[in-house]
């Protein structure tokens, strides 16, 4: 059973830095692109940030140059560093990878809150 944990979430004063990780466990042969998405309240889910298992790496215009996407595929952990953070960023942030366990699907964590407020 392949399994994705987030962790790092938080309230956060606009401004501030938060550091999100995704932590992949069980049978993993290799992991695919890895990547973030948000969610915020009545809204869609949207892509925030990827990255490929070679290190490629793309962002949502909303978030290019205060965000930064990396993984440790020794660990398969992947982490979003949020600096610069603003009210509009807050939303429920869920890791996403593509997994080749005994089958090749796509994984999604349970997500963590991300609030962004004075």
């Not at 501030?16 to 948000?38: H, P, V």
């Not at 809204?43 to 965000?67: C, H, M, P």
């Amino acid at each position: 059973q392949v399994q994705l944990v987030e962790s790092g979430g938080g309230l956060v004063q606009p401004g501030g830095s938060l550091r999100l990780s995704c932590a992949a466990s069980g049978k993993i042969f290799s992991i695919n692109a890895m990547a973030w998405y948000r969610q915020a309240p009545g809204k869609q889910r949207e892509l925030v940030a990827a990255i490929t298992s070679g290190g490629s790496t793309n962002y949502a215009d909303s978030v290019e140059g205060r965000f930064t996407i990396v993984r440790d595929n020794a660990k398969n952990t992947v982490y979003l560093q949020m600096n610069s953070l603003k009210p509009e960023d807050t939303a429920v942030y869920y890791c996403n990878a593509e997994i080749h366990t005994y089958y090749t699907g796509r994984f999604w964590g349970q997500g963590t809150q991300v609030t962004v407020s004075s």
